[in-house]
């Protein structure tokens, strides 16, 4: 039986260069995006349709400054769940989902269970969010606060070089 091969390697550098123009600006129109690319604009509409079908671009996004959404403290939680089973697990990550305050939530391996990332209004309302909604779950048995000063990302995600 033939193996399947990863995502990447279906990817040729007319599909890389896609990617990379639509993660610097994914409202690029069509016919733009086509002369960037030295190619038809039919060409480009179905090259990006035949990566939205095969997964490699799961959705298209606006990119918020949550700071401008009055939420300019940013931290990450560290949270260690005991016991750490799915049913304990799964309530816990639709309760953190839920939060208004939640960015991003990682289920992780190693000595903490969860990282969460949140945004808060200031020092106080982040206080109150671990001490009030976090800590007053008894699955959580450690959580530390790690506050972010600056978050930097890399603009365009490339395959892995195999």
Known sequence: MKEALPP???LDSIDLAILAELQNDARLPNKVLADKLGVAPSTALER??????RGVISA????????RLGRPLQALLSLRVRPHTSTISDPL????????????????AGPEDFLVHVAAADAASLHRLVLDQFLARPEIVHLQT??????EKQAVQRPSEV
Not at 48 to 53: I, K, M, P, S, Y
């Open 60 to 67: 298209f996004r606006a990119d918020v400054d949550i700071a």
């Open 8 to 10: 990447s390697a279906e």
């Open 93 to 108: 990550r639709r309760f953190v989902l839920a939060l208004p305050e939640t960015i991003t939530l990682f289920h992780v």
């Open 48 to 53: 990006v349709r035949a990566l939205r079908r």
């Open 146 to 151: 790690t506050l972010i000063f600056k978050t």
